[in-house]
């Protein structure tokens, strides 16, 4: 582990914190899952409480199934309208009022989906991607981890298929932080 014997006490003493780097570092030398030494999935307290944790099991499917015709009982919104909850859920988001995106997000998710069957327009998929992004920040602040790893690859196909070039390099920047987030990448 490449970090001072003192620095590790201050950790340790909780006079510092634990960053991502560090806990990839402390798990990889003691070989566990850098999950393990975060605790995460991270929940409240009481974890009755955490309702947030609630939502997970609604956005793994809608995740899932982003590239497949979904069975919905209606028609999806129209692309403008889910752009507008996008744009509402990214505020949230950086409001760390994770529940409303948590209730939200499969959704909007769903309803791209058909959007992005039926059509295939490369506005769909630059919103699916968006709305991707809003769901694998949410999954790794809750600490689900192999979530955010399926939907970051799924949002990199999905930046392939919109009309805007950048959305492919976000989607790796996005990796990379996971991956340093996991130990699964070091720098050097």
């Given at each position: 582990?490449?970090?001072?014997?003192?620095?590790?006490a201050l950790v340790?003493?909780?006079?510092?914190?634990?960053?991502s780097?560090?806990?990839?570092a402390?798990?990889?030398?003691?070989?566990?899952?850098?999950?393990e030494?975060?605790?995460?999935?991270?929940?409240?307290d009481?974890?009755?409480?955490d309702k947030?944790?609630?939502t997970?099991?609604d956005?793994?499917?809608?995740?899932?199934?982003t590239?497949l015709p979904?069975?919905l009982?209606g028609?999806?919104?129209?692309l403008h309208?889910l752009?507008?909850?996008?744009?509402?859920?990214?505020?949230y988001s950086?409001?760390?009022k994770?529940?409303?995106?948590?209730t939200?997000?499969s959704?909007?998710?769903?309803?791209?989906?058909?959007h992005?069957?039926?059509?295939?327009?490369?506005r769909?998929?630059?919103l699916?991607d968006s709305?991707q992004?809003?769901?694998?920040a949410?999954?790794?602040?809750?600490?689900?981890?192999?979530?955010?790893a399926?939907?970051?690859?799924?949002a990199?196909?999905?930046?392939?298929?919109s009309d805007d070039?950048r959305?492919?390099?976000?989607?790796?920047?996005?990796r990379?932080?996971l991956?340093?987030?996991?130990?699964?990448?070091?720098?050097g």
């Open positions: 582990m490449n970090h001072s014997r003192s620095l590790i340790e003493k909780g006079h510092r914190i634990a960053t780097a560090f806990i990839a402390a798990s990889s030398a003691l070989i566990i899952d850098p999950a030494t975060s605790g995460q999935p991270y929940r409240g009481p974890a009755t409480a947030v944790h609630a997970i099991p956005l793994r499917p809608a995740l899932a199934c590239d979904p069975g009982d028609p999806p919104r129209a309208e752009a507008a909850e996008i744009e509402r859920l990214r505020r950086l409001n760390a994770y529940l409303r995106v948590g939200r997000i959704a909007v998710l769903t309803e791209l989906a058909a992005v069957h039926d059509t295939g327009s490369p769909a998929w630059r699916i709305a992004a809003l769901a694998v949410l999954a790794r602040r809750l600490g689900y981890n192999d979530l955010a399926g939907a970051i690859r799924d990199a196909d999905a930046a392939e298929n070039p959305l492919p390099r976000l989607a790796k920047l996005s990379a932080l991956m340093m987030t996991i130990g699964a990448w070091t720098s």
